[in-house]
Nanobody, 128 residues
Framework: QVQLVESGGGLVQAGGSLRLSCAAS????????MGWFRQAPGKEREFVAG????????YYVDSVKGRFTISRDNAKNMVYLQMNSLKPEDTAVYYC?????????????????????WGQGTQVTVSS
């Protein structure tokens, strides 16, 4: 069982930056693939970024490539999402997720069904 708690959301102007954090409980954090999703009002939950158990592989949706960076610290049971050059279309509730499944690549990581545990979400609002 893994519990995930996100923090770091808020209101920022377009072009600004935010760093989201996700704290995970448990002593087996390094055995989970970690990811970030987002959901805007009236839209489906969307994969944003994922990171392998060791942190050696990262995955991004095309719309955030070059602007967002996912990272993890297995010693601290933390995963981060650094978001730069934010745009109004990045406005959403951002969710941290963990999966104990086999990593078969981004197509599978992008499916909500791949993920076993979810945080409660943190709101990110980007004003124009």
């Amino acid at each position: 069982q893994v519990q995930l708690v996100e923090s770091g959301g808020g209101l920022v102007q377009a072009g600004g930056s935010l760093r989201l954090s996700c704290a995970a409980s448990g002593r087996t954090f390094s055995s989970y693939i970690m990811g970030w999703f987002r959901q805007a009002p009236g839209k489906e939950r969307e994969f944003v970024a994922g990171i392998s158990r060791s942190g050696s592989s990262t995955y991004y949706v095309d719309s955030v490539k070059g602007r967002f960076t996912i990272s993890r610290d297995n010693a601290k049971n933390m995963v981060y999402l650094q978001m730069n050059s934010l745009k109004p279309e990045d406005t959403a509730v951002y969710y941290c997720a963990a999966s104990g499944k086999l990593n078969n690549g981004q197509y599978y990581l992008a499916q909500p069904s791949f993920w076993d545990y979810w945080g409660q979400g943190t709101q990110v609002t980007v004003s124009s």
